[in-house]
């Protein structure tokens, strides 16, 4: 099983670009975030022409996160559980069960900067997402919650930990917030092929900052023991970082992890 991240930062602007990387990738499971879309507005009829049945949330222009998977998808929640989703302000997090994996695509709070309300919302947020897995599976499941995290989990997934002291993204109640998803029982899957630094998901579009290599690793496939056991490959697709055939990239890469059958 192929699973795969994504954030397109608008999936209007970017579907011709996604369609055209999923028929290079053929990932099973692709989670997106950042669709910028309302629910009535994603174009589930090009993701079923091209194999995928999806669940999509989405309540306004920002935010969005949407599950397509080729390996069946059953049990879709929007939100998390005990929510609902008509009254959720962000849409955030959408789940369904993907053969047999329970997979989650989230989308993060950036949080802006520490110590602001922002920030608060994010480490609030981010354990929600604890107590969501906690009522809905057990770690001895198959279980991915993939997405952007907006959190680098150690110095290693920054181009320079000394410029970004101070800032979201890096701080350790975020990265505790992490630490807190992994002692439930999830493993950064990436990490478990990919040991040293330097390789990022996302660069801002200024300056040159691709190009340049600074960047972070902030797009993460946390996945339980069942599928850590089971991954034999890792990577961050850069190709998709750059534009195509006149196509503009995401500010980000998608991230794909293989798992054997």
Request: glycine share 8%; hydrophobic share 40%.
């Amino acid at each position: 099983m192929r699973i795969a991240t994504w954030n397109v930062n608008s999936l209007k602007a970017r579907l011709s670009f996604v369609e055209s990387w999923i028929g290079e990738v053929q990932p099973d499971v692709l989670c997106l975030q950042e669709t910028k879309m309302k629910d009535a507005a994603f174009p589930s009829g090009v993701f079923a022409a091209l194999g995928y049945e999806t669940v999509h949330f989405g309540n306004s222009q920002w935010n969005g996160v949407a599950i397509a998977s080729r390996v069946g998808l059953v049990s879709a929640q929007q939100g998390f559980d005990g929510e609902d989703p008509s009254q959720v302000p962000e849409a955030r997090i959408v789940s369904a069960t993907c053969g047999s994996v329970r997979v989650s695509s989230v989308y993060v709070p950036n949080g802006r900067s520490v110590g602001s309300e922002h920030y608060a919302y994010k480490l609030d947020w981010l354990a929600r997402l604890t107590t969501h897995l906690e009522a809905t599976c057990t770690p001895d499941q198959p279980v991915a919650v993939c997405g952007d995290f907006n959190v680098a989990p150690d110095d290693r997934d920054v181009w320079d930990p000394a410029a970004c002291t101070g800032m979201t993204h890096v701080s350790s109640a975020e990265r505790e917030a992490l630490e807190a998803l992994e002692r439930w029982g999830l493993t950064d899957s990436f990490r478990l092929f990919h040991k040293d630094g330097g390789l990022y998901s996302w660069w801002d579009y200024q300056g040159g900052s691709f190009h340049k290599g600074i960047g972070m690793r902030i797009d993460l496939v946390l996945v339980s023991r069942p599928l850590a056991d089971r991954a034999i490959s890792a990577l961050v697709d850069r190709n998709a970082r750059k534009k195509r055939d006149g196509m503009s990239p995401s500010d980000h890469a998608p991230v794909v992890v293989e798992f054997a059958d």
